[in-house]
Each structure stands twice: as structure tokens, then as C-alpha cells.
């Protein structure tokens, strides 16, 4: 399960640290981009392969969405190993070499280089593979760590941005209801016009039948309000703990289904021009929810 905050977390983020011992050094590097589901990548050394198992059961433990490329440098320290000659070895292959110059006395003898390329005489002092295995662990959850924050930091940046244009979507409402009862009052004056200049007869029902039909054409009470309620369910999500992506992509498919209706159902032009502004808030705010864990 993913690491529950109730801070939003973005899936771009980047965090490197290092670590240096006797034996050597490490360094981790872990990138992460927006992608639906988690998908990481790993780029280890051959003699800490074994590692990665771990390493993606931390990543699937603390995040649930982004492409994560984890990325382990070792380079063991330089001059650090000590080389010791093995005596007994040497003495051993030294006795071997008199019986084959007593049998073969024409024999050419090794060198001193090549004596000691011989197994078993030359002893290095082996690496402590377990240490760097263990050091290797523990950086790469300091590094998961600080990646996480990172994500947050720029979830923090996403979210001011999305609740600044969930503030336009409230203003644009609110615009909207105030011109309703001018738009209708207008529509109807241009009815009545129209009628007189045809100088049709002027039927007051069949009058007020029009008149209820136009009203009921321009009513955008509905939308006008399921957008404030989608508007206050991002407000609640942004809220939550945990992933919510998703369920704020989804809410951005509703927010602009609504705005098309309004746009569809505008009959004056200020009404068109808070659809259009409607529709570009909610695109921005679709765009930047696409990074959002």
C-alpha cells in the first residue's frame, strides 16, 4: 500500500545521495516521472543484483503511481585491497620446481612475477560484500525518502495551482447566475419585438408557451450547480490521504461535460465567454492533475 499523506504528491520528482566507506563508495540516483501504474526500471551493479527484489518491494510498498528508474553506482576504493604472499604456498611450489629442474635440468625456470601468478600464492584480502549489500539498503530508503519529499514539495506547487483555478470555476459560476435573470428578461423582449414587428397575432398562450420553451432552453440551474459540486469533491480530494489522480482525472471529464452543456445551451454571448473560460480553467487543471500520484 502507498504511503498515506495528507499532503498531494506529484509523480516528477529526483533525489541522489551517496555513501563512502573503506571499501569503496556508493551512489544512488532515483528518478520518477508520471505514468498510470508503477512501473520502475533498475540499473545495479552484477555483484549487488540481488538487491533489486528488495528494491522494488520498497518502491511498491511507499508509492503507487510514476515510471521510477533507480539507477546504483559502486566503485570500490583504489590501492585499498592488501595482496599478501601465501608462504607455505610459495615453499610448496618452490619444492615442486627443484624436483622438475633435477628431472628436466634444461627446463627454464619461471620468474618471480610469474610465481606469484601462480593460484594460491598471491592473497588479496577479500571484499566484504555483505557490508556493501547492507550500506547499499539502507541508502537506497534514505533516497526513497527524499524522493518522496520531493514528490510532495512539487504535489504542494500542483495543488496552489488547481485550487487557484477551481477559485476562477467559482467566479465564472457565480457569473453566470448573476446574468440569468438579464438574459431571460432580454430573450423575452426580443420575443415580444419579433412578434410585433410580423405583427403576428398575439396569442398569450401560445405567447407564454414560447416563452416558457426559451426559458427552458436557457436554464442552466443544473449545470451551474453539479459544477460547484464537482468543484467542491477536487477541493475534498485534494484532502485526502493517498493516491487521487485518478479520481481527479475523473472528476476533470466531469467538470467538462458540464461546461460543454453550458456552452451548448448559451444563447448570449456573455454566457459563451464563461464557457470558453470555464473550459480553458479546467484544461489547465486536467494538465497539471496528469502528474499527480
Not at 106 to 134: F, R
Not at 244 to 262: P, S
Not at 271 to 287: F, H, N, P, W
Request: with cysteine.
Amino acid at each position: 500500500m502507498a504511503e498515506q499523506s495528507t499532503r498531494v504528491h506529484s509523480m516528477t520528482a529526483f533525489a541522489r545521495q551517496t555513501r563512502e566507506a573503506e571499501w569503496g563508495s556508493l551512489q544512488l540516483e532515483l528518478r520518477s516521472v508520471n505514468q498510470r501504474y508503477l512501473e520502475p526500471h533498475f540499473r545495479l551493479p552484477e555483484t549487488l543484483r540481488d538487491l533489486e527484489p528488495a528494491f522494488r518491494e520498497a518502491l511498491r510498498t511507499r508509492l503507487a503511481r510514476g515510471k521510477v528508474e533507480c539507477s546504483l553506482r559502486f566503485e570500490p576504493a583504489s590501492g585499498g585491497e592488501t595482496l599478501t604472499v601465501n608462504h607455505a604456498r610459495l615453499t610448496a611450489l618452490a619444492a615442486a620446481l627443484g624436483e622438475v629442474r633435477q628431472t628436466l635440468p634444461q627446463a627454464p625456470l619461471p620468474d618471480a612475477l610469474a610465481l606469484l601468478d601462480h593460484p594460491g600464492v598471491l592473497e588479496g584480502e577479500a571484499l566484504d560484500l555483505d557490508a556493501v549489500k547492507a550500506e547499499a539498503a539502507a541508502l537506497f530508503q534514505a533516497t526513497l525518502g527524499e524522493l518522496i519529499e520531493a514528490r510532495a514539495r512539487e504535489g504542494d506547487k500542483l495543488a496552489a495551482l488547481i485550487r487557484s483555478r477551481l477559485t476562477g470555476i467559482r467566479e465564472q459560476v457565480a457569473e453566470v447566475r448573476r446574468l440569468m435573470p438579464l438574459i431571460l428578461e432580454r430573450q423575452r423582449n426580443q420575443l415580444l419585438e419579433r412578434l410585433e414587428t410580423v405583427k403576428a397575432e398575439l396569442d398569450p398562450q401560445r405567447l407564454e408557451a414560447e416563452l416558457v420553451l426559451l426559458a427552458q432552453k436557457a436554464d442552466v440551474d443544473e449545470e451551474l450547480d453539479r459544477l460547484e459540486t464537482h468543484v467542491t469533491e477536487v477541493e475534498r480530494q485534494l484532502g485526502q490521504k493517498g493516491p487521487m489522480g485518478r479520481r481527479l482525472d475523473f472528476l476533470m471529464q466531469e467538470l467538462n461535460r458540464e461546461a460543454n452543456t453550458l456552452s451548448s445551451k448559451s444563447v448570449v454571448a456573455n454566457t459563451t465567454r464563461c464557457a470558453v473560460e470555464l473550459k480553458v480553467l479546467i484544461e489547465q487543471m486536467r494538465e497539471q492533475i496528469q502528474n499527480i500520484e
